[in-house]
Nanobody, 114 residues
Framework: QVQLVESGGGLVQPGGSLRLSCAAS????????VGWYRQAPGKERELVAS???????NYAESARGRFSISRDNAKNTVYLQMSSLKPEDTAVYYC????????WGQGTQVTVAS
């Protein structure tokens, strides 16, 4: 069974950092592009960062310079390192394959507040 499990969210103060993890099973992240998405209350889900099978990274304008996507092929896991967090980064963060995406998982809540 192919599965993605997000973790690492939490409450952080503005300016703080968090690292999210997306652990995959049943499909190799090294052979598939993976994206990190987020959905804030009342807003549509948006793609924040992605990494292709070739390791090409892309970022939404809102994330560029503050977020960094990476992967550990041995652990079959994709990470999203977030720094200089802002209140507007508050959302549920999800990961999914770029091609042949799965049904959305539960995601991980990120709350940026003082």
């Amino acid at each position: 069974q192919v599965q993605l499990v997000e973790s690492g969210g939490g409450l952080v103060q503005p300016g703080g950092s968090l690292r999210l993890s997306c652990a995959a099973s049943g499909r190799m992240v090294s052979l598939n592009g993976v994206g990190w998405y987020r959905q804030a209350p009342g807003k549509e889900r948006e793609l924040v960062a992605s990494i292709t099978s070739r390791g090409i990274r892309n970022y939404a304008e809102s994330a560029r310079g503050r977020f960094s996507i990476s992967r550990d092929n041995a652990k079959n896991t994709v990470y999203l390192q977030m720094s200089s967090l802002k209140p507007e980064d508050t959302a549920v963060y999800y990961c999914n394959f770029l091609g042949n995406p799965l049904s959305w998982g539960q995601g991980t809540q990120v709350t940026v507040a003082s």
